[in-house]
């Protein structure tokens, strides 16, 4: 399951509050597309059939279909599945329109694999996402075996402050040469990637800790990190990790790597 996006730094509270409202709106939705998908659940009206249907009749129909065995399930299914469906067509779109979404260029470029291939994604991510130090793993696993597989990584700060500076500090540390390796690093944490762990790997890694914060507090990096957090605003990103592949396919939470094998192949 996909981590919900929201701004870092906010209280417990409105989290809670959030994921409630974002739960009923997803269930709503989900009704009405299973309303609309899945008439075949529903009783056949004993009138011939009219332009319009009785409040009475609507409510009728709606209670004999969440009466079926499974149906909040299937309807949330439902919803799931209208998101992602609406994300492909416009990540598809993008991807016509724009092909270099996919060969970024530059020192920022957070990249793993054979810059030409037909097998590429760009990932969102959060270092403090347990999911996404999952597909990590999943994802150096799949380009040992398979070699033209590219990976872009591009961070975001969704969880807490600290995963804020994380990704600052990778950026700084791509500008300086060592990004890849930073990157690492930090997905191979388990707890919180506080500072203080970015301190200690960038040391591992061979990084000047008062370097690594002079470029990591510059406009430069700072300009990066805010062109990221457009491009995740601007393809619909809801959660970590959210892989966007050159098959034209989105691919939400930590999906295991035979999702990206079929994803490509499907092409």
Known sequence: MSVLLEPPGESPRPRRWSVALGTAL????????????????????????????????????????????GFIERAMQAANQGREREKSRTWRAALAAEPALLNPRGPFTLSFGPTETKRSALVFLDYNCPHCRHLEQD???????????????MPVAVLRPSSSTA???????ARMG???????????QDGEVTDAIVRLSADRIGLNWDELLRMRNSDEVKTEMARIAVL????????TPAAYLSSGEVISGAAGPDRFLAAWAAK
């Open 26 to 69: 997803a269930l709503a939705a989900g009704l009405l597309v299973a309303l609309a998908e899945q008439q075949r659940m529903l009783p056949a009206p004993t009138a011939a059939p009219t332009a319009q249907i009785a409040p009475a009749e609507f409510e009728q129909r709606v209670f004999a279909a969440m009466s079926q065995p």
């Open 139 to 153: 994802l150096t696993k799949l380009r040992a075996r398979e070699s033209d597989i590219r990976i872009i990584a």
């Open 167 to 173: 990704a600052l500090s990778v950026l700084a540390a």
């Open 178 to 188: 060592k990004g890849t390796a930073l990157h690492e690093a930090l997905l191979a």
């Open 232 to 239: 995740a605003q601007r393809f619909a990103v809801q959660g």
